[in-house]
């Protein structure tokens, strides 16, 4: 790290009150020693980077980081802070703040820095030399690897060392020692995946165990040796997300447990691993294993659990409704172009490989209707299918696909699909963990799972579960074509709400796909429900896009420019194209947002607007139902965001700053003041 830090970079009374205060406080250097060009705009990356997850670590540590085109050159600044600052971690405020900043696309750079910070951090005589440090060319020196860190002295003289491990911890001489392989992950893949990593390695050396660790890391991963693999006699997951390539590990005794547990307590989790390796406990490794403890305690574990399973279950979802959109996509475009051009009774025309007539516009229109259909009667099943994938891995198709289309066989829908792909998942899961002759592995995958699965999948959705998700489904499509009036207004707000939230995240996929699964069985009510999605969808990005425009001097310039692209992402159905503003300022940008989504949803379902169309913005406004209402509807919501966002944003700008963060507004006059 010999031109990352110099003296410059290192504030040793670092004054911020805030996490804010202090990336900014230490940009600020970045700045005048040339490695930031522009400040407001690698500011905005730092919080877009927070709003991830907090970079809080346990021990009194803040590594604030992010990749930016506004960076120069892999840069880091250390600031020391006498009160602390909450950067979000478990143990309380962060003394000791490293803010990194590598170029946009730096990837290799980015990771070389935070991992060989992160392990440095884990020795306590290197954090204690950062606290005790009073010259800030020493501190740079010291965070370079320029002078050695001393190790603590003895309390008294004639005070024997530290005792080494137990003689019974370490193997005789000239025999194999205890081999462990781990693998440690967080869901950035940076300072808690080597942290752990680090920590697992100190804690063998200190045992007398060989520890092996593969990092998965969010720059990609190197795979651990086969042959240190299948020489290891236990495997150690330190794991927050899904752990790559599992099968690698079977047949050997596991540890699976969250990644702080791997920073917290490692030579308990060795020394567990040890006991299992004893005890020849086996683990059934699948693909679709993930479940894994906190490292905190049984309340701590138990609480994690709960958190776990929420996110792997959203991501199951979030699977097969990803692969489901390119269909509904294709398909409901094509159907929408047919109605345009034979009208909606093309529906029941003939069909086109008997009856075709190229010269009459009725035959094309009834092709595009039919071919458009073709592809919407896999969306239940492609959206089961991948759930199920996304569960178990490729065993899980089969059985996925089939409960799919059974789901549509009992008419029981988009409902049926999500139910048949959780269900096919679970089964192949449960049929995983099932100890298996090596002899039968082979065919496990390709032959007996897809066989077994099926089979149990599809008796239970035609005898058990089909009819009752049918009934539901049809409660529900008579709901939705009884809304009126109040009702559907309400329906539109909370859409709106939803579309708008998180801007292309979970609970806007959720509203998306509940709109498009009306569009398998297309009622007057899911028509409804799909013009208020997308006119909701649309209101973010065009309501900054505005809000750059009218008032300029509220926006740095990073994001007027953001804003001149805002316009067409947001004609375009794009909700993301508002996530920059979000993340750069989340306190009055979603909440305004938010209230200009549902306007725009209760005034969309108010005026029965209708949608046949999945995608498209303003681009398919031919094909919708009430078309001059429904854009009266996105303009209300657009003018109601914008003007919260102006207010909350001029009222931020007239307020005294009481921490002293002159020019946060991100206005010219207000950068000079900064840079001066």
Known sequence: MSELITAELVDLDLSAATKDAAARSLAERMVAAHRVTDLDGFLADVAAREAQMPTGLDGGIGIPHCRSEHVNAPTLAFGRSAAGIDFGAADGPADLIFLIAAPAGADDDHLTILSGLARRLMAPEFTAALRAGTDPAAVAALIRGEEPVEEPAPEAEGTEPE???EPEAVEAAGSVPFRIVAVTSC????AHTYMAAESLAA???AEGVEVTVETQGSGGFKKLDPAVIAAADAVIWAHDVEVREKARFRGKPLVDVGVKAGINRPAELIAEARRKAERG??????????GKDSGDGEAGRSGADHAHFGVRLRTYLMSGVSYMVPFVAAGGLLIALSFAIGGYEIASAKSVADHFVWGEADSWAALLNQIGSAAFAFLVPVLAGYIAYGMADRPALVPGFVGG???LTVNAGFLGGLVAGLLAGAVVMAIQRVPVHATLRGIMPVLVIPLIASAVVGILMFI????????LQNALTDWLNGLSGSNAVILGVVLGLMMCFDMGGPLNKVAYAFAVGGLADPTDGSLKVMAAVMAAGMVPPLAMALATTV???LFTKTERENGRA?????????TEGAIPFAAADPLRVIPSVMAGGAVTGALSMAFGATLRAPHGGVFVVPLIGEPFLYLLAIAAGTLVATALVVLLKGARRAAPDAAGEAGATGSDDSRVTVAA
């Open 163 to 165: 005792a080494g491990p």
């Open 187 to 190: 869901p950035t893949g940076i």
């Open 203 to 205: 804690a063998g050396r």
């Open 551 to 553: 008032r300029k001097k």
């Open 464 to 471: 058990v579960v089909g009819k009752p998700i049918a009934s």
């Open 281 to 290: 406990e086996i683990a059934a490794v699948s693909e679709a294993d993930g």
């Open 566 to 574: 805002a316009w067409v992402l947001g004609a375009s159905f794009i």
């Open 405 to 407: 289309s059974i789901a």
